[in-house]
Each structure stands twice: as C-alpha cells, then as structure tokens.
C-alpha cells in the first residue's frame, strides 16, 4: 500500500474499527459523552474529507450530513462499523485493483506528448481525475487561444467549440470543406470537442470527481486525439464567427 493517501485511510478506518466506548461513562456523565462526540466528530470529519479526495461523492457526503453528530456516538458506531467502514474497505480494495492496471510504457508513446506531459505525474500518483480535467482544460485552452489571436473573442467550453469549429464558418478547420463528406466530419469534431468540455471538462472542474484508472485511461486517450486533431487543423483567415 504506497499511496500515502490509501495509508492514510486504512490506518483511520482502522482506528475507527478499534474505537470503544464505555457505555457506562457515556450514559452516566455529561463530560465524558461529550469527549466522545467531539473526538467521533473529528474522526469522521476527517474520513469524509478523504473519502472525497478519492471522489467518493456520494460516502463523503453521507458522512458530512451526520456532522456533527445528530444521534449518540453509540448509534452512530453502530453506522460506521454496520456499512461505513464495510463501504470503505470495498472501495479500497478496488482502488489497489484499479492501481495494479498501469499502462505500460508503450501507451504513452501513443499519448500526445502535450496530453503525457500534464497528465502522466498526476494519474500516475492516483489523481486520475485531475489527470483529466487537466488534459481537456489543456484543449480549452489551446483552442481559446487560437481563437482570440484570430478573431479577437474571448469563449469558453462548450460555446468556445462551436464557434471555433462550426462548419458554416469555421475558426479552425481539419478539411477543405470542399464537399458533403468534408463538412460532415467539421460538424462531427466540433460535437465531440463541445460535448467534451460540457459532458467531461465541467463535472470534473465543478465536483470533487475522481475516476477509475480505467475510465480515466480511455478518456486521457480522448484528450490525446483531439489534441492531434488540432495538430492537423487549419486556422482560416481572419473572420467575423457566425
């Protein structure tokens, strides 16, 4: 278990399988209960806070909403050792799964290198959605630039895309445009580039989202191919964008 993170998890949840309380203290005496609280409060606190740092949304949020505590420390024992902590060991354990599926070398010589350079470091220590909010902020980036160089617009996302790729009076073009087939492939690249920046580049920028490796390899690969896509492109001579 390397990941500082993971460690740092399982040796929480493991204090927290350890954790005990005196019933008879706790029931009998103010003081003590409120000891009990307060250090159950803070150790939750700090299990939501990592759950979310792997991008389990949903588990962080549920440990959040508890806090602070809204039932005894007893009860809430009773939640964290009955599904909590069994949640917690189960995604742990596809977390390593996940991390023992490294790419191996020859699959980033496939990557762009602009795409490599960003996102390698960060998938590779188990960022993988920073990986690739990353890359296609990258992409955002690069076209937004093209387009205020040429145009003198400042966009972004989604409408950025349709403007800088619109078939009718494309920015930035990867044909001639010169028949059917050509302005079908425009219309076609500009979909995917706008759909990924509102259905991939937003949920990652606007949620704590974390990613399987899996998942995240396949869209780093996305973000590959449109950057070799704008490699292949032409901008066009200065124009006023539909």
């Known amino acids: 278990m390397q990941n500082p993170r993971l460690k740092a998890l399982d040796e929480l949840a493991s204090e927290l399988e350890r954790f005990e309380l005196d019933l008879n203290?706790?029931?009998?005496?103010?003081?003590p209960q409120g000891v009990y609280d307060t250090l159950l409060t803070g150790k939750l606190g700090a299990l939501a806070r990592l759950c979310g740092t792997f991008g389990w949304s949903e588990l962080?949020?549920?440990l959040t909403d508890e806090l602070p505590l809204r039932c005894t420390a007893v009860e809430m024992m009773e939640i964290v050792r009955g599904y909590v902590l069994p949640e917690i060991r189960q995604l742990m354990e596809?977390?390593?799964?996940?991390?023992?599926?490294?790419?191996?070398?020859?699959?980033?010589q496939l990557?762009?290198?602009?795409?490599?350079?960003?996102?390698?470091?960060?998938?590779?220590?188990?960022?993988?959605?920073?990986a690739v909010e990353t890359a296609f902020k990258e992409i955002n980036g690069v076209v937004k630039l093209t387009v205020k160089n040429s145009v003198g617009r400042e966009l972004d996302g989604h409408g950025l895309m349709t403007t800088a790729f619109s078939p009718a009076n494309p920015i930035i073009a990867f044909n001639?445009?010169?028949?059917?087939s050509d302005r079908n492939v425009q219309q076609g690249y500009m979909e995917i580039f706008a759909g990924a920046m509102t259905g991939i580049r937003n949920p990652k920028a606007h949620g704590n989202v974390n990613l399987s490796r899996k998942e995240a390899l396949h869209l780093i690969c996305?973000?590959?191919?449109?950057?070799?896509?704008?490699?292949?492109?032409?901008?066009?001579?200065?124009?006023?964008?539909?």
């Open 25 to 31: 203290q706790y029931y009998g005496d103010l003081e």
């Open 176 to 180: 001639s445009l010169a028949t059917e």
């Open 60 to 62: 962080a949020q549920q």
């Open 111 to 130: 990557v762009h290198p602009r795409i490599k350079t960003i996102t390698r470091a960060r998938f590779e220590a188990g960022f993988t959605g920073d």
């Open 222 to 242: 996305l973000a590959s191919l449109l950057m070799h896509k704008l490699d292949e492109s032409t901008v066009l001579p200065t124009r006023e964008p539909a």
């Open 94 to 108: 596809q977390f390593e799964a996940d991390a023992t599926a490294s790419p191996v070398e020859w699959f980033w």
